[in-house]
């Protein structure tokens, strides 16, 4: 119960923050909004280790990753720069202005993002995102499965 009504006022807060912006005249389609990561993959095998608190967001050329700490109830994000390639096959995440967050790994998905990581898209759409890449730590493919959050 404590969990859901933590998701709830998750939601309900980035869909009012979210509802005062706009796309700066620049439409990025389905990538815009808050996206629950679901479920990791390594090689193919689920990652028993990941908890569910993580969640993908972004605005125009701004891509943030949040974890948060239901029990404590705090959370942490690491904002970066994302561009998607002009086929929508591929879509690149630069951490290196990363001045006012968290370093990379430090709370994020430890060992499964660098610094400057490429995404293959395997799937997007108005409800879903499947997204893999490469763990610069140990070359196995990581595949990510997110829903979008209304």
Known sequence: MKRSVTHIALVLTTLLALSSCSHNNGDIGYWFG??????????????????????????????????????QHEYIESFAKWQESDDGKTMTVNFIDN?????????LPANYLSTVTHFNVVTLNADDMVLTTTAPSSGATVTYHLTRLR
């Open 34 to 71: 808050l996206w629950h990561l679901d479920a990791i993959e390594v090689d193919g095998v689920p990652d028993d280790g990941y908890d569910g608190n993580y969640y993908f967001m972004f605005q125009g050329k701004i891509f943030c990753i949040r974890w948060i700490n239901e029990q």
């Open 99 to 107: 001045r006012f967050t968290p370093q990379v790994g430090e709370y």
